[in-house]
C-alpha cells in the first residue's frame, strides 16, 4: 500500500484564509486559556459597548416620544439611571449563580423549565441579530448625520461592509477583535465626559429659571390633560427608551471568556457597564432638556446636541466631529455583543438539542465559526428588509429584549423563593428581581400595545418560527436518540469472550482501524459489523476517538483534561471486550476542535505502525434522506473518507440504520 504525502499543500483560498483568520490555535498550550480570556477592561470594552452605545438611540427615542411636554426628560432620566442598576444588580445575581454563562437560556432553563428556555433563547438569538443591525446602521447615522446629503444612499452598502468586517474580525477570535476596536470605545468615553460634564456643568447657574419654567409646564399640563394623561406620556416614553437596556444582560451570557476568577471578573464588568450607562444615558436626556433640543431632519439628537455643547469652544466644530465620529464608531464596537453572545447562546442551546450540533462546534481559532457566519448573514438580511431604519429596528429590538428580561427576573425570584431554606438573604434578593420583573414587564406590554402595528409583529412572529424550529429539530433528536437506544439494548445483551488475549499486537498481522464516538451502541455496532462482513480477516482492533473540544468543553484547562480522561476510559472497554474474544487490542486517542482533522492523523500515523489496516467508521442512515437531516447531521464519515482514500487507505463506512 502506497501512502501519499499526509501533509497537503495549502489551496489558494486556505492561504488566504490564515492570512485574513490567522493560524490555528494549540488547544495543547498550557496558557491557552490565560491568552484568550478577558479581564474587567477588555469585558467591559466587548460586552459593555453593547450597553453603552445604546445611548446613542434609546435616550433620543425616549426624549422624542415626549413631544411637547420635555420637561419630563427630568424624570425619564432618573427612572433609566434607576433601571439599568436594578436590571444590573438582578444580573449580578446571574453571574453569581450560573458563572458558566448563557445568561437569560441557562436561567429560564434551570429555574422554569425547559420549554420557557427555549423561548428565552430564541428570543435572546433574534435580539443579537437585532443588535448587531441596529448598532451598525445608527453607526451609519452618526457617521452620515456630517457628510453631504447626496452620499445618504451609500449609507446601506457601508453598514453592509460594516458587518462584513466585523464577521472576518470574530472569527480571528474574541479577544483580537475586542483589542482592535479598543482606542474607539476610549476616544468615546473621552469626548462624552467632556459633551455631559460640560453640558451641566455650563447650566449649574441657570437651575433656579429651569424649575420654575418646568413647575408652570406641569401646571399647565395637569390643568389640561391630568394626572393620568402625564403618566401615560412618561410611560410611553419611558418603554419607546427601553433600547437603553438593551446590553445589560451580555455580560451573564458571555462568562466562559471571562479571566478567572470569573464571577468576580463579571461582577466587576457588570458595575463597569451599570455606571457608565446610567450616567451616559441619563446624562444625555438631562441636556436634551436643558438645551431644549428639537429634531432636525437628517440628523440626531447627539449630533445636535455636540454642535450646541461646543459651539464656543475652540476647534469646537472638529471637537463636536470628533465626539459624534467616535460615537458612531462605537457603535460598531457595541454589535461586537451580537458577534460574541449570539453564538455562545446557539452553542448552549445546540448542547440542548435545541439546534443543530454543530453550532455547538469551535473552530481552529477556538471560535464559534457556524454561529458567527449565520449572525452575520442573518443581520445583512435584517439590515436590507429595514433599510437600516433605526426607529423601525428599535421596535423590532426592544420586545424580545424584555421578554427575555421578564423570563430571568421571574425565574430567578422562583429560584430564591425555592431556595429560601438555604439564603438568609433571600427576601432582599427577590425583591430585587420582583422589581426588575415588574419595570421589565410594564416596558414589554406598553411597547408591544404601541409598536405592534408598527413593526412589532414581525418581531413576535421571526421568534416564535424559530421556536417552531427549535421544537422540530429537539423532537428529530429525540429520535435518533431512542434508535440508538434501542440497539444499544440489543449490543448490550452480547456476553464478554472467554479466550483473553494479553498479547501486544502484532505489526504484521492485518488491523481494523475503527473510529468510535465513545462507548456505545454505535460504536459496538460498527465492531460486530466487521467481524460479520469480514470474518478472521483481522486479528488486530485498534479503536480511535477524539475527544472533540466543543463550547461545552471549552471551559478551562481542568475540563480538557477531564475530558481525555473520559475518553480513554471508554475506549479502555472496547480494548477489554475485543481481548476477551482473543484477539489483539489497543486504543488511540487525541483531542481537538476539528474531529475530520484530528482524525484523519491518528489514522494515518497507525497505518504507518500497522502498514496492513483499513479503517472502519460508522455513519447514519435513515430510511428516507432529505436535506433536513443532512443540517442536523454532520458528514464526518464522508470527509474521513475522503481524505484517508486520497492517502492510499483503504476506508469503509459501515452503516447504521435508524427507523424514523
Known amino acids: 500500500m502506497k501512502i501519499i504525502d499526509n501533509k497537503p499543500q495549502q489551496s489558494f483560498l486556505e492561504r488566504i484564509k490564515r492570512r485574513f483568520i490567522g493560524a490555528p490555535r494549540d488547544i495543547n498550550e498550557p496558557s491557552l486559556f490565560h491568552k484568550i480570556s478577558l479581564i474587567p477592561i477588555l469585558a467591559w470594552i466587548g460586552l459593555g459597548a453593547d450597553g453603552l452605545s445604546s445611548s446613542s438611540y434609546g435616550p433620543e427615542e425616549a426624549f422624542k416620544a415626549l413631544g411637547p411636554h420635555t420637561y419630563l426628560a427630568i424624570f425619564i432620566a432618573i427612572a433609566t439611571a434607576f433601571t439599568v442598576f436594578i436590571i444590573a444588580y438582578a444580573y449580578s445575581r446571574i453571574i453569581e449563580h450560573f458563572p458558566h454563562g448563557g445568561g437569560g437560556y441557562m436561567v429560564a432553563t434551570h429555574t422554569i423549565s425547559s420549554d420557557a428556555g427555549v423561548v428565552a433563547g430564541s428570543a435572546l438569538l433574534v435580539d443579537y441579530v437585532l443588535t448587531i443591525t441596529i448598532s451598525l446602521a445608527a453607526c451609519g447615522d452618526a457617521i452620515f448625520s456630517y457628510l453631504p446629503h447626496a452620499l445618504l444612499p451609500y449609507k446601506i452598502p457601508f453598514v453592509a461592509g460594516l458587518i462584513v468586517l466585523l464577521v472576518m474580525l470574530n472569527l480571528r477570535g474574541v479577544k483580537e477583535s475586542i483589542t482592535f476596536l479598543a482606542p474607539i470605545f476610549i476616544v468615546f468615553v473621552i469626548t462624552h465626559i467632556l459633551l455631559i460634564g460640560y453640558g451641566l456643568g455650563s447650566h449649574l447657574g441657570e437651575i433656579g429659571p429651569v424649575i420654575e419654567k418646568y413647575r408652570g409646564s406641569v401646571n399647565s399640563d395637569l390643568s389640561t390633560i391630568g394626572f393620568v394623561g402625564i403618566l401615560a406620556i412618561f410611560l410611553r416614553a419611558f418603554s419607546m427608551g427601553g433600547g437603553t437596556y438593551t446590553g445589560i444582560e451580555a455580560v451573564s451570557n458571555a462568562m466562559n471568556v471571562m479571566r478567572e476568577p470569573r464571577v468576580q471578573t463579571g461582577k466587576r464588568t457588570m458595575v463597569y457597564l451599570a455606571v457608565s450607562l446610567a450616567v451616559t444615558a441619563s446624562g444625555l436626556l438631562f441636556c436634551y432638556a436643558l438645551f431644549s433640543i428639537a429634531p432636525v431632519e437628517g440628523r440626531t439628537l447627539n449630533a445636535i446636541l455636540a454642535d450646541r455643547t461646543f459651539s464656543g469652544w475652540y476647534l469646537g466644530g472638529f471637537l463636536a466631529l470628533i465626539t459624534i465620529l467616535s460615537e458612531g464608531a462605537l457603535l460598531m464596537v457595541g454589535a461586537q455583543a451580537g458577534f460574541i453572545d449570539g453564538p455562545r447562546v446557539m452553542a448552549n442551546m445546540a448542547v440542548d438539542s435545541w439546534l443543530p450540533r454543530r453550532f455547538s462546534a469551535l473552530s481552529e481559532r477556538l471560535t464559534m465559526q457556524n454561529g458567527v457566519l449565520l449572525m452575520g448573514a442573518a443581520s445583512l438580511a435584517v439590515l436590507f428588509y429595514t433599510h437600516g431604519s433605526v426607529s423601525a429596528l428599535v421596535v423590532m429590538y426592544s420586545i424580545n429584549v424584555f421578554l427575555t428580561f421578564s423570563l430571568s427576573q421571574f425565574g430567578m425570584a422562583k429560584f430564591f423563593f425555592q431556595n429560601r431554606n438555604k439564603d438568609e438573604h433571600w427576601a432582599r434578593h ?69 479466550v483473553p488475549n494479553e498479547e501486544p499486537l502484532n505489526t504484521n498481522e492485518r488491523t481494523a482501524i475503527i473510529l468510535v464516538s465513545g462507548y456505545n451502541g454505535f460504536g459496538l455496532h460498527s465492531w460486530l459489523s466487521v467481524f460479520r462482513e469480514f470474518p478472521k480477516l483481522y486479528r488486530n482492533f485498534i479503536f480511535v476517538c477524539v475527544a472533540e473540544i466543543d463550547s461545552g468543553a471549552f471551559k478551562g484547562a481542568s475540563e480538557i483534561e477531564a475530558l481525555k480522561s473520559s475518553t480513554a476510559e471508554q475506549l479502555v472497554k472496547y480494548v477489554k471486550v475485543a481481548r476477551s474474544y482473543g484477539y489483539a487490542a489497543d486504543y488511540r486517542t487525541d483531542v481537538g476542535t476539528d474531529v475530520v482533522e484530528v482524525a484523519t492523523n491518528l489514522c494515518r500515523n497507525i497505518v504507518q505502525e500497522f502498514p496492513k489496516s483499513s479503517v472502519f467508521t460508522g455513519q447514519l442512515v435513515f430510511r428516507q434522506e432529505h436535506p433536513f437531516q443532512r443540517i442536523l447531521h454532520n458528514e464526518t464519515a464522508f470527509s474521513i473518507q475522503r481524505r484517508l482514500q486520497w492517502n492510499g487507505i483503504t476506508t469503509v463506512i459501515l452503516p447504521v440504520r435508524v427507523n424514523l
Open 430 to 498: 427577590i425583591g430585587i428581581h420582583l422589581i426588575g420583573l415588574i419595570l421589565c414587564v410594564t416596558i414589554l406590554i406598553v411597547t408591544v400595545y404601541e409598536k405592534f402595528g408598527e413593526g412589532g409583529w414581525i418581531t413576535l412572529v421571526i421568534t416564535s418560527a424559530l421556536i417552531g424550529l427549535c421544537y422540530l429539530i429537539r423532537r428529530h433528536y429525540r429520535k435518533v436518540r431512542q434508535g440508538v437506544r434501542q440497539l444499544e439494548e440489543i449490543l448490550s445483551s452480547i456476553p464478554s469472550g472467554h
